[in-house]
Every structure is written in structure tokens, then in C-alpha cells.
């Protein structure tokens, strides 16, 4: 008996079939540039480089990964509607980048210009401390911030980022006063954590991942437990209402064909179905996410309004 994941491969090598018999263009009939709109190394970059070996496995076309860093993407998205629109040319996204990043000022792109096909995962927001901190759990972190507001620092990737719209949102939740301090990415954040220069980090899932042992999270920003991670409780089994993270997925030109951003659709949905495809996400310390084109437009419009709420309550939008 076939498995949904089968079915959809088959329909879709079908399709790409009886268009080589009819004449028709068979997509896609040839690599696809896959940009990311940062630099190498990076997270965007990871999860792109894994999508590659399945992508070929799946449709027998490569995925080039090319770079356009700049802006914190913004570089790369102000540009994407003037590329090619024939569906050999996508362009990684971000969340919550898209949604801020034009709110706060003229970035070259507007959040409606991006045309997103496909969002495929994200890295859940943790709270991370070092292994030895006095922070057992998510009470001890919210009893101290309590009787001492704004004395608890903590690291975080940047401003008006995932992290910092975390740490507004959460201080909000548990009525408490932090004090955030940005820096240059998650690496430097990590780092500013491990040598003690804060007492916690809003980080990610991924940072769990990567420092093991080094660090301890008090809870992450998921709807159930990460299996990485089973020890570590959800926020929202703690009482608060805190699902999300950076979320990561792909874009193409505005005037791309709607039946050829339908096949991208489906295509990273079925790259996103494969179990080893999602074994290697979520050991990297990544949440799955399955959003096709036709839930699109619903999950964005929440995000935007969760996000634009954050920023303006925290006075990160003029």
C-alpha cells in the first residue's frame, strides 16, 4: 500500500511526464539558483544545503545555492522581483526579517512584494543559560527577574529580531523586566552567554544542539516537547502562551506563473515529507513547519500582526 508521500511523488513525476510527451515544458527540466540573501555558514544557509541532496534524489535537478548578503537580507529582497520569474530562481526568506525590517523603514521591498511559496521549518526560541547558572528552571529565571527588574541580561541575536521579540513578548507574559542586549548574530550572542557576560541568552533550539552539555534551556518556544530535547519543557506547559522562532522558507519573483509556484509548492513539500529529510532537521536542533502556498497567505497575516504588536508596544517602529 502507498504512503501519502509516494502518491504525491508519483503524481508529480507523472505530471512532469505527460508534459515531456505532450511537448510541454516538464518542470523543472533544469537546476534551480537557490539564493540565500546572507552569507555562508549561517542557519538559512544550512537548512538549504540540507534540502539539496533530496531535492535531486526527488525531481533530478541540483539546487545551486548562491549568497546576496547585505542588509540582514534585505539586500537580497529588495532585488528578488526584478529576477527572473520562471521558477528557476528562488530566494530564501525570513521571519520575522520580512515583516520588520519595512515597517521600521524604506528597505527597498515592502512585506507584500515578497511572494513566498513555502515555509519549512524554524528554530523554536529558547531561553539558554550555562550549565552552571544558578537558573534551574524557567521559575528561578522569573523569580530573580522579578525581585530585580531589569538586572537579568540577556544576549540575543541583533534588534527587532526573533530573539528580541521574544524577550518583549515573554517579559510581558510573566510580567517581569529584562534587559536585552543585541549582538551580532547568534554566534557572538552564544559566546557572550558561555563567558558569562550575561546571565541567560534568548537563543534557539539550535543553540541547545550545538553547545550540548555547555548549556542548559529552561524552555523552548514550541507546542510540544522537541524530541532533541525531551527533558526541556514547552513555554506553553509552563503557563505561557509562547509558540514561534526564526521561521525560514523560500520566495520567488512576483510574476512567476501561479501553476509554477504551485509545483515549487508541492515539490518542498514533498522534500519536507521525507522522514530522513526531517530526522537531519530535527537533529540539527530544527522544528519542522509545512506551509504550502494555499495556507500562505493565513500564516503570514498572523505573523505579521504577532510581530507588528511586539515592535510597536517596545517602540521599535516610529
Same mark, same amino acid.
Given at each position: 500500500?502507498?504512503?501519502?508521500?509516494?502518491? +504525491?511523488?508519483?503524481? $508529480?513525476?507523472?505530471?512532469?511526464?505527460?508534459?515531456?510527451?505532450? !511537448?510541454?515544458?516538464?518542470?523543472?527540466?533544469?537546476?534551480?539558483? *537557490?539564493?540565500?540573501?546572507?552569507?555562508? %555558514?549561517?542557519?538559512?544557509?544550512?537548512? #538549504?544545503?540540507?534540502?539539496?541532496?533530496?531535492?535531486?534524489? +526527488?525531481?533530478?535537478?541540483?539546487?545551486?545555492?548562491?549568497?546576496?548578503?547585505?542588509?540582514? %537580507?534585505?539586500?537580497?529582497?529588495? /532585488?528578488?522581483?526584478?529576477?527572473?520569474?520562471?521558477?528557476?530562481? $528562488?530566494?530564501?526568506?525570513?521571519?520575522?526579517? $520580512?515583516?520588520?525590517?519595512?515597517?521600521?523603514?524604506? @528597505?527597498?521591498?515592502?512585506?507584500?512584494?515578497?511572494?513566498?511559496? *513555502?515555509?519549512?521549518?524554524?528554530?523554536?526560541?529558547?531561553?539558554?543559560?550555562?550549565?552552571?547558572?544558578?537558573?534551574?528552571?524557567?521559575?528561578?529565571?522569573?523569580?530573580?527577574? +522579578?525581585?530585580?527588574?531589569?538586572?537579568?541580561?540577556?544576549? !540575543?541575536? !541583533?534588534?527587532?529580531?526573533?530573539?528580541?521579540?521574544?524577550?518583549?513578548?515573554?517579559?510581558?507574559?510573566?510580567?517581569?523586566?529584562?534587559?536585552?542586549?543585541?549582538?551580532?548574530?547568534? %554566534?557572538?550572542?552564544?559566546?557572550?552567554?558561555?563567558?558569562?557576560? @550575561?546571565?541567560?541568552?534568548? %537563543? *534557539?533550539?539550535?543553540?541547545?544542539?550545538? /553547545?550540548?552539555?555547555?548549556?542548559?534551556?529552561? #524552555?523552548?518556544?514550541?507546542?510540544?516537547r522537541h524530541p532533541l530535547f525531551p527533558d526541556v519543557p514547552t513555554f506553553k506547559e509552563l503557563g505561557y502562551d509562547m509558540v514561534g522562532g526564526a521561521y525560514r522558507g523560500m520566495a520567488v519573483p512576483k510574476d512567476t506563473p501561479e501553476d509554477?509556484?504551485?509545483?515549487?509548492?508541492?515539490?518542498?513539500?514533498? @522534500?519536507?515529507?521525507?522522514?530522513?529529510?526531517?530526522?537531519?532537521?530535527?537533529?540539527?536542533?530544527?522544528?519542522?513547519?509545512?506551509?504550502? $502556498?494555499?495556507?500562505?497567505?493565513?500564516?503570514?497575516?498572523?505573523?505579521?500582526?504577532?510581530?507588528?504588536?511586539?515592535?510597536?508596544?517596545?517602540?521599535?517602529?516610529?
Open positions: 500500500m502507498l504512503n501519502l508521500r509516494t502518491v +504525491k511523488t508519483l503524481a $508529480i513525476a507523472s505530471a512532469i511526464a505527460v508534459g515531456a510527451a505532450t !511537448g510541454a515544458l516538464a518542470f523543472p527540466d533544469k537546476p534551480i539558483e *537557490y539564493i540565500i540573501p546572507f552569507g555562508p %555558514g549561517g542557519e538559512s544557509d544550512i537548512s #538549504a544545503r540540507f534540502q539539496q541532496p533530496f531535492f535531486k534524489e +526527488k525531481f533530478g535537478q541540483d539546487l545551486v545555492v548562491s549568497y546576496k548578503p547585505g542588509g540582514g %537580507g534585505a539586500v537580497g529582497w529588495a /532585488q528578488l522581483n526584478s529576477m527572473n520569474a520562471d521558477g528557476y530562481t $528562488i530566494m530564501g526568506i525570513n521571519l520575522p526579517h $520580512i515583516v520588520i525590517q519595512p515597517a521600521q523603514k524604506d @528597505v527597498g521591498y515592502t512585506t507584500d512584494d515578497i511572494n513566498a511559496f *513555502y515555509m519549512f521549518h524554524y528554530t523554536p526560541d529558547a531561553i539558554v543559560v550555562t550549565a552552571d547558572s544558578p537558573y534551574q528552571t524557567l521559575e528561578d529565571f522569573v523569580a530573580d527577574a +522579578k525581585a530585580n527588574p531589569g538586572s537579568v541580561t540577556m544576549s !540575543g541575536s !541583533g534588534k527587532a529580531t526573533a530573539n528580541h521579540l521574544a524577550q518583549i513578548r515573554f517579559d510581558k507574559m510573566a510580567g517581569i523586566t529584562t534587559t536585552y542586549v543585541p549582538f551580532k548574530g547568534t %554566534g557572538a550572542s552564544t559566546t557572550a552567554n558561555l563567558g558569562n557576560q @550575561v546571565k541567560a541568552q534568548w %537563543g *534557539y533550539t539550535t543553540v541547545g544542539a550545538a /553547545q550540548g552539555d555547555a548549556v542548559r534551556m529552561l #524552555a523552548v518556544a514550541m507546542e510540544e509554477i509556484v504551485k509545483a515549487l509548492s508541492e515539490a518542498f513539500g514533498e @522534500v519536507n515529507a521525507d522522514e530522513a529529510f526531517r530526522q537531519q532537521m530535527l537533529d540539527g536542533g530544527f522544528a519542522l513547519l509545512d506551509v504550502g $502556498i494555499d495556507e500562505m497567505d493565513a500564516f503570514m497575516e498572523a505573523r505579521k500582526a504577532e510581530y507588528i504588536e511586539a515592535a510597536t508596544e517596545a517602540g521599535l517602529l516610529n
